[in-house]
């Protein structure tokens, strides 16, 4: 019997045609076995599902973290913005400390979120599915935050711009607040508000998981070991969240 041979796909053609979908810019993070933060650029991102809370990302066999990823319960997915070109190169070099320079922070699960990212998910991992030279993690979102800044692209290769005015009613103050409950000595740290009353300090991010920049222009120093994710609330749903 003659078999009709199947056709030789050419992998480097294949990647330039996978390359002209446009999509966005992600970093990828989880921990090792020791909790040692790992992360890589990657672009093979995509929702999954609503009801339950799920999304994919695709980490190839090859990458040096490859091994945390297929070990680690948890993971997030960090969407960059239009100004951070040079966080995207951090983490897809082959640098040996990637988080050195990087502010990020934990929220629920662990993993590394980068403070000043477009959008964030924390994730546990719902599924792990092998295929061919990639695994694809599907993750069970439990926590995310997002921002009005324009997302950064990637198209054939290189960064693409993307036009992003934002629609009617999207509005900065939806992405979390993030408040924090500082003891020492005995004592928590109380600010005041200017109305008369007292509140926690707040800040947009914490640089290098020990120096908390708060609103006004001051900076404290913390004790990253003895710092941990205390409350997670709405107010109302027209109200932003609140992480402390």
């Not at 980490?59 to 997030?76: E, L, M, P, Q, R």
């Not at 951070?84 to 934990?106: C, E, N, Y």
Request: hydrophobic fraction near 40%.
């Amino acid at each position: 019997m003659l078999t009709t041979p199947q056709p030789t796909i050419d992998p480097i053609a294949l990647r330039r045609a996978f390359g002209t979908f446009v999509t966005g810019v992600t970093v990828i993070t989880t921990r090792d076995a020791d909790g040692t933060p790992r992360g890589m650029t990657a672009n093979s991102f995509t929702s999954v599902s609503l009801d339950p809370p799920l999304l994919l990302v695709c980490v190839g066999k090859a990458a040096a973290s490859y091994a945390a990823f297929n070990a680690s319960d948890s993971f997030a997915v960090n969407l960059l913005h239009e100004g951070q070109t040079d966080v995207s190169a951090v983490f897809a070099s082959k640098a040996h400390d990637k988080f050195g320079s990087i502010s990020h922070d934990r929220v629920h699960t662990g993993a590394p979120i980068l403070n000043e990212c477009l959008t964030w998910f924390d994730c546990t991992v719902h599924n792990r599915v092998d295929a061919g030279d990639h695994v694809v993690l599907i993750g069970a979102v439990q926590a995310f935050g997002t921002s009005p800044s324009a997302p950064l692209g990637f198209c054939r290769g290189r960064y693409a711009s993307v036009k992003d005015p934002l629609p009617p009613g999207w509005l900065a103050s939806h992405s979390m607040i993030v408040g924090y409950l500082i003891e020492a000595e005995g004592n928590i740290l109380l600010r005041a508000n200017g109305k008369g009353g007292w509140v926690l300090p707040s800040a947009k991010s914490r640089k290098a998981e020990n120096e908390l920049k708060l609103e006004g222009g001051d900076a404290l120093t913390l004790l990253p070991d003895e710092t941990f994710l205390y409350s997670v609330f709405d107010v109302a749903d027209s109200d932003p969240g609140y992480l402390i």
